[in-house]
């Protein structure tokens, strides 16, 4: 089913993309939770993690590859940064197309809440 993610790779919904590639879009999140918050996108739909497989499975190397090369655009590397994947009800999921959370420019707690 096509979700609010698959709508913005589409173009049928604005958003602040920050990153493309041939398989990974990536946009500023609407409620950011940090001073850099982007949502790391696989063009392929897949609903959560544990839909992951053997097939699909080398899309999450490519959305850590778009997380190096955004934390170089926005002048993060060094200083650091987090990402973090969000799986089902308990893991805060609320969009269920596979996404990584890339969060910097601020000291970041942890454990997180
Ligand atoms: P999840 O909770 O599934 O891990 O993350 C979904 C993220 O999508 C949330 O951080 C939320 O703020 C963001 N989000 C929800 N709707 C929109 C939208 O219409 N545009 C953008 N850019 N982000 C959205």
Redesign the pocket.
């Known amino acids: 089913m096509a979700t609010?993610f698959t709508k913005?790779i589409q173009r049928e919904?604005p958003?602040?993309i920050v990153y493309e590639n041939e398989k990974v879009l990536a946009?500023?999140?609407?409620?950011p939770?940090a001073p850099h918050?982007v949502?790391i996108v696989p063009k392929i739909e897949i609903p959560t993690i544990n839909d992951l497989n053997s097939e699909n499975v080398g899309v999450i190397g490519e959305l850590f590859l778009a997380a190096k090369e955004i934390a170089k655009t926005l002048g993060v590397s060094e200083q650091g940064y987090r990402v973090v994947?969000?799986c089902n009800e308990d893991?805060?999921?609320?969009?269920?197309h596979l996404?990584l959370?890339f969060l910097a420019g601020r000291s970041l707690h942890w454990p997180p809440g």
């Open positions: 609010l913005i919904i958003a602040k946009f500023q999140d609407i409620h939770q918050h949502l994947m969000n893991g805060g999921q609320t969009v269920f996404h959370h």
